[in-house]
């Protein structure tokens, strides 16, 4: 059983930033590409940002020089650096563990608010 907890979130100003990391008991992260998801009251979750067993990423257009995803193997934790962050960033942040093509593990969420 993988049990995946976040940490980092908060209130910031637009413009801010802010660290979210994930870390992990049960699983090793090295194994697995892993992401990123976060979601809107009332709106489908989605993705983020990837992060490949290679360390390749993939990010969603609207973060793409915003926000910077990484894993560090030997800590067992993942991140997510977000700057310029703007108030449409506002969401519930979550951790993925893709363990296969149908199976994932999930952290209980994080919320990221940001506001003026």
């Known amino acids: 059983q993988a049990q995946l907890v976040e940490s980092g979130g908060g209130l910031v100003q637009p413009g801010g930033s802010l660290r979210l990391s994930c870390t992990a008991s049960g699983i090793t992260f090295s194994l697995y590409p892993m992401a990123w998801y976060r979601q809107h009251p009332g709106k489908e979750r989605e993705v983020v940002a990837q992060i490949f067993t290679d360390s390749n990423t993939h990010y969603a257009d609207y973060v793409k020089g915003r926000f910077t995803i990484s894993r560090d193997n030997v800590k067992n934790a993942m991140y997510l650096q977000m700057n310029d962050l703007e108030p449409e960033d506002t969401a519930v942040y979550y951790c993925?563990?893709?363990?296969?093509?149908?199976?994932?593990?999930w952290g209980q969420g994080i919320q990221v608010t940001v506001s003026s």
């Open positions: 993925n563990v893709k363990f296969s093509g149908v199976l994932n593990y």
